[in-house]
């Protein structure tokens, strides 16, 4: 066992944990940040997908010792002072879900994808998402979110509270 002290959410955080672990389950069971699921444990499916220094990673795979001195953000820490984010908003004024499982992972990837380029091309967009799968078979919703992000068309932020 060994101490691992990470940023979660814009919260100092600490686990005392084997090295090995994976991230979700240290997520999941010991940090209580269920939002983040379990799709297949072997980063396939990218349902467990956080954002690791900025960048999405699959968390089922992802050793803990990976996330020693890091950020990362699940998708609870998305929202910002009570606001959906950008993305979650446009997922919903698409209707880009049905069951949910494969929603935060979808959206952090695109959370991801649009900050580090804020128009990108439609090939742009299905490059950034491929490998998540929807069960549902979403995929023409989840790609119009994504465009409507990325074309401005959101609606007015909804605050949550």
Do not use: W
């Not at 467990?48 to 609870?76: N, Q």
């Not at 820490?77 to 929603?103: K, N, P, S, W």
């Amino acid at each position: 066992m060994a101490i691992f002290r990470f940023t979660v959410n814009g919260q100092e955080r600490k686990v005392d944990t084997e090295p090995e672990r994976p991230l979700l389950e240290v997520l999941r069971e010991d940090l209580k940040l269920t939002g983040t699921k379990y799709g297949c444990g072997e980063g396939q499916c990218r349902a467990c997908t956080v954002l690791l220094d900025g960048k999405p990673i699959v968390s089922c795979v992802t050793p803990v010792r990976t996330a020693a001195g890091k950020r990362i953000v699940t998708i609870e820490g998305l929202a910002e002072g009570g606001r959906l984010h950008r993305v979650q908003q446009a997922f919903i004024d698409e209707g880009a879900m049905q069951c949910g499982y494969c929603t935060s992972g979808m959206v952090l990837r695109t959370a991801a994808l649009l900050d580090a380029n804020p128009n990108p091309t439609a090939a742009q967009v299905i490059d950034a998402l491929d490998g998540s799968l929807c069960r549902c078979c979403g995929y023409p919703r989840i790609l119009a979110a994504v465009r409507r992000v990325a074309d401005g068309k959101t609606r007015a932020e909804v605050r949550h509270d």
